[in-house]
């Protein structure tokens, strides 16, 4: 059983290039979500998803897209990189609103 | 915007001993959950408490509840050196005007234990 698995763990982007992160989960989770997580400030929202098909806006949206295919999985996309993008991202599902969260490992991303 | 604000923000105590985290947070609640984060992997669930409980155990783990005070405490009871992480709360503000439906993160607790 392995939970959630994110792609790629780590990446090294230059400004202005794009990348997508890919989220994977395998416990028939409804709802999905992307976070980032910056020294001193603590997880923040990016997007989030309540189901196939449908994505929302959270804290820190911008500058990031998403898109929810398939049920199980749950893309994270950046058009174009700035140096405040370097953050390690970490994806997460649940079975519904306010439930436990369970978490992948991170990818690491760092734009020069 | 951080719901919940740990405190400390850093932890030292020596193994076998009790570590005890506070949590605040500012508007009202559904539930509130710990989770831990060892260095460089991702967030583990501990244990929710729901808004209408003031206390609840999971073996070495304590956990109350004052929402009169907006506040929560985690303690971690007979410490191990396996329990050096960092600890966040999160809560679930039934009432978000954001429209964001995910947990927010407090900045979380650094706990050492020293062996």
């Known amino acids: 059983n392995a939970g959630v698995t994110q792609t790629p763990k780590f990446r090294v982007l230059k400004t202005g290039q794009s990348m997508t992160l890919l989220c994977a989960q395998d416990?028939?989770?409804?709802?999905m979500y992307w976070y980032r997580q910056d020294p001193g400030m603590g997880l923040r929202l990016i997007h989030y998803?309540?189901?196939?098909?449908?994505?929302a806006k959270g804290e820190v949206p911008d500058g990031y897209n998403v898109s929810r295919l398939k049920k199980q999985n749950f893309l994270l996309g950046l058009e174009s990189a700035a140096p405040s993008q370097t953050s390690v991202y970490f994806c997460?599902?649940?079975?519904?609103?306010?439930?436990?969260?369970?978490f992948g490992e991170g990818s690491r991303l760092t734009v020069l | 915007s951080q719901q919940g604000e740990e405190d400390p923000q850093a932890l030292s105590i020596q193994e076998g001993e009790n570590a005890t985290m506070n949590c605040s947070y500012k508007?009202?609640?559904?539930?509130l959950q710990w989770y831990r984060q060892n260095s460089g992997r991702g967030l583990v669930h501990l244990i929710l408490?729901?808004?209408?409980?003031r206390e609840k155990h999971s073996g070495r783990l304590r956990v109350t509840l004052d929402t009169s005070k907006k506040s929560s405490s985690l303690l971690i009871t007979a410490s191990r050196a396996a329990d050096t992480a960092s600890y966040f709360c999160?809560?679930?503000?039934?009432?978000?005007?954001?429209?964001?439906?995910?947990?927010?993160f407090g900045k979380g607790t650094h706990l050492i234990i020293q062996p």
């Open positions: 999160a809560t679930v503000d039934p009432y978000s005007g954001g429209g964001a439906d995910g947990l927010t």
């Open positions: 998803s309540v189901g196939e098909g449908t994505t």
């Open positions: 997460a599902s649940s079975r519904g609103l306010g439930r436990e969260l369970f």
């Open positions: 508007t009202s609640i559904n539930n």
């Open positions: 416990m028939n989770h409804e709802y």
């Open positions: 408490i729901r808004s209408n409980e």
